[in-house]
């Protein structure tokens, strides 16, 4: 997501009080884009991390006389390589991107602790391979390092020891 200064400053809303006392009662005065960002964000993950959904993905392969069909582990690897590429470039990761990979995260670790015993075990086995392998990218990340900036060196680390919690319960 890349605007322009001048356009987030015409987002911003009226300034000028009124008889109402309105300006007073804004949380923040200017365009709230990171939060934005973060619903469209976390809505297309909720959706493709859903329990019924999955169900649904794992009955394809039974409903196709095909030998290409939709499958869980295409779903799990390509969202993690979308959202994760940043690793394999070893590039710095915009704020944008940041949060978008914490949501995964913590979409991940509720699919592998799945509290509410309602996803599927392939979706936990998956969840748990894909904890696991971002958890090695972001080490080896890490590890070799040189013009990280950071805010991403400091994102990686946090990242990493939410999964290491997360792996660590069970």
């Known amino acids: 997501f890349k605007y322009s200064p001048e356009l987030l400053n015409k987002m911003a809303p009226e300034r000028m009080g009124d008889f109402e006392g309105t300006v007073w009662e804004m949380s923040r005065l200017d365009f709230p884009l990171h939060s934005i960002v973060a619903g469209v964000q976390k809505l297309a993950l909720s959706r493709l991390f859903d329990y019924k959904i999955h169900s649904r993905i794992i009955d394809n392969k039974l409903k196709s006389e095909s030998e290409e069909v939709f499958e869980l582990d295409y779903l799990f690897n390509e969202i993690s390589e979308s959202i994760w590429e940043e690793l394999d470039a070893k590039e710095n990761i915009s704020s944008f991107r940041r949060q978008l990979q914490i949501m995964h995260i913590n979409y991940l670790t509720n699919i ?4 509410n015993k309602k996803f599927p075990y392939d979706s936990k086995s998956l ?4 904890l696991g392998s971002i958890s090695n990218k972001i080490k080896y990340v890490l590890n070799e390092q040189k013009n990280l900036d950071d805010y991403t060196v400091a994102h990686l680390l946090k990242s990493l020891d939410i999964l290491n919690e997360t792996l660590d319960k069970e």
């Open 112 to 115: 592998y602790l799945d509290e």
């Open 127 to 130: 969840s748990r391979l894909h």
